[in-house]
């Protein structure tokens, strides 16, 4: 391949390289900047080269503190439940080395994320929820999301406040 | 006479540096990945195989229509899934030592793509970008210094040591530069869009939450702050952003600009437990700090890459 040749290939890389991300990750206006990004949506999918929201605590800072419970409803009404870890309680490096639960525990409450939930209640039910007292079996597993009020806030906090709790998804199970 | 538009894109892409730079930047990312992949692997089966918590029909559910991945097309089981790991790794060992390197480069972004794809639940952002940063490395000439492939193609080829390091042109170092600098630009648009950052009172927010907050300097305590201290602090933080985003590229103010950009993110690593966010954004921030080697070099470059 000749030098002038490699260089205009290069040219071009570079502008469908820049143009992909730019269309990406700027909102921009109007009906076609959307239909755009929706063309070019497709192709950064399949590459991987999609560029995801770089959202870094944006915008709204106060939902982001909680975790998840699971409960395992059974049938003569006892509740198993089962906690996602409190991150303040644990160590530093526990933190560290756990980063990918953190992110999973977030993500997972999400609406967007809703086709994964039936296949975690599942994985809950079989490897998280902890034995039961009774033998009575599971008819129910619910996962709740457990917003954690921030400590000592010299500010004023959201008006009016955020539910502490919201039941995202119900599984009921045929014993 | 004033230069041209093509002179000027020439001389911004197709400079040359230093070709130690690439080189570097191959060891630092392979350390990187090297914690990311033993991370990962604490619980590799309870992330990607079918008995983990997203079976491959829930995660191709998950995620939109066109995206692949190598794990959605292999068997699923456990035994597959622990050959991919050791495969991985030793690919990410190859990869390190500079062996094979542009292969090892390209299956490392295939299986990073396939991982975010298999499962999209478990990634943050400094995934994204380490996802980007394999991808323009597949462009970089990453094997020419400090590598198995450059003692193997000296002893083939018989080539003496040079007088002068090689060169390669910059223009994937420019890429990645810019990828950088459109994710800070993200950043503020997505801050600018929540009330909390707008009205200055994020900081007080972020400085609490569990996950990332509490382990190491214990800001909280620390900023005993009425509104205007947080303001400032917020604020500041957005404007940190814009700086980097845009006054990067100013060349009087640049390594002020980097060093305090080293600044704000070692800051931020002292004080939040963001896994190795800081440190990939430091070292591609670092890369600002290569100086092209040659601008008259645009024309006849020393090296392809």
């Known amino acids: 391949m000749s030098t002038k040749l490699k260089r205009h290939l290069t040219n071009v890389f570079i502008v469908a390289f820049l143009g992909l991300i730019f269309i990406d990750t700027y909102p921009g206006p109007g009906s076609a900047w959307k239909n755009l990004q929706n063309g070019v949506d497709p192709l950064l999918d399949f590459t991987g080269l999609w560029q995801g929201r770089w959202d870094l605590f944006a915008p709204d800072v106060d939902r982001q503190n909680h975790h998840i419970e699971v409960v395992a409803i059974h049938r003569d009404g006892e509740r198993t439940v089962w906690r996602s870890p409190v991150w303040r309680d644990l160590s530093c490096f526990q933190t560290f080395v756990r980063i990918r639960e953190v992110e999973f525990y977030d993500r997972i409450r999400q609406e967007w994320n809703s086709p994964a939930w039936p296949a975690f209640a599942d994985y809950a039910r079989r490897e998280l929820i902890p034995p039961s007292e009774t033998d009575s079996p599971i008819i129910e597993i619910e996962l709740i999301e457990v917003i954690r009020p921030l400590a000592d806030l010299r500010l004023p906090a959201r008006q009016p406040p955020l539910p502490s709790r919201r039941s995202f998804y119900q599984q009921p199970l045929v014993p | ?305």
């Open chain 2, 1 to 305: 006479m004033k230069p041209s538009s093509s002179s000027k894109w020439n001389e911004f892409f197709f400079t040359t540096v230093d070709a130690r730079v690439y080189a570097a930047l191959r060891i630092a990312i392979a350390v990187i990945l090297a914690i990311h992949l033993s991370v990962l692997a604490r619980n590799w089966l309870m992330w990607f195989s079918e008995s983990g918590v997203l079976d491959r029909a829930s995660a191709r559910a998950n995620i939109d229509d066109h995206t692949q991945s190598l794990f959605f097309w292999l068997n699923g089981s456990p035994t597959t899934l622990k050959l991919c790991l050791v495969l991985i790794a030793a690919q990410l060992v190859a990869f390190g030592i500079g062996l094979a390197t542009r292969f090892n480069t390209i299956c490392l972004f295939v299986w990073l793509v396939s991982l975010h794809h298999r499962n999209n639940l478990i990634w943050e952002g400094e995934d994204l970008l380490l996802r980007i940063v394999c991808f323009l490395l597949i462009f970089m000439p990453l094997s020419q210094h400090w590598s198995l492939d450059a003692v193997i193609r000296k002893r083939r080829d018989g080539v003496a040591t040079p007088d002068s390091p090689p060169t390669a042109f910059v223009w994937p170092l420019r890429l990645l530069q810019l990828e950088l600098s459109c994710l800070y630009l993200s950043a503020v648009i997505q801050k600018l869009s929540g009330e909390y950052w707008r009205n200055g009172t994020a900081i007080q927010y972020v400085i609490r939450l569990d996950d990332v907050s509490g382990h190491r300097v214990p800001l909280a305590n620390l900023l005993d702050y009425d509104l205007i201290g947080y303001q400032l602090l917020t604020w500041s933080t957005v404007g940190f952003e814009i700086m980097l985003a845009f006054l990067i590229w100013v060349p009087q103010v640049r390594r002020p600009i980097i060093y305090l950009g080293i600044v704000f993110h070692l800051g931020i690593e002292f004080t939040m437990d963001l896994f190795l966010f800081q440190w990939l954004m430091i070292l591609v921030l670092a890369t600002h700090l290569v100086s092209p080697l040659s601008p008259g070099a645009a024309i006849n470059p020393t090296k392809n890459p």
